[in-house]
């Protein structure tokens, strides 16, 4: 069965740095659009990033640019999320997403076919 699996979530403290990974199984994700998705508590779902797969070009949302870096091995079947100078508001569940998309940009999330389960991140002193 498809399967997107992250992790390398915790608690760290503000200015802290993690880096999220997203393991794909039975599917190779180098052909999809491979996206990152949060959503904290009583929050909507909001799109950090997006790195596209016809030639790799990423997206990523005001919040956190500058500070996010999203890569892919596409050797390991896997994609990364690189977060530094992290902040509280960066709290949230973040959850990995597979989209057969090829446009310009990060696509919605309701175009995405592939969910992870989700991997909780926690800013915190």
């Known amino acids: 069965q498809v399967q997107l699996v992250e992790s390398g979530g915790g608690l760290v403290q503000p200015g802290g740095s993690l880096r999220l990974s997203c393991a794909a199984s039975l599917f190779t994700l180098g052909y999809y659009t491979m996206g990152w998705f949060r959503q904290a508590p009583g929050k909507e779902r909001e799109g950090v990033s997006c790195i596209r797969g016809s030639d790799g070009a990423t997206y990523y949302a005001d919040s956190v640019k500058g500070r996010f870096t999203f890569s892919r091995d596409n050797a390991k079947n896997t994609v990364y999320l690189q977060m530094n100078s992290l902040k509280p508001e960066d709290t949230a569940v973040y959850y990995c997403?597979?989209?057969?998309?090829?446009?310009?940009?990060?696509?919605?999330?309701?175009?995405?076919?592939?969910w992870g389960q989700g991997t909780q991140v926690t800013v915190s002193s």
């Open positions: 997403a597979a989209a057969g998309y090829y446009g310009v940009g990060c696509p919605p999330g309701q175009q995405y076919d592939y």
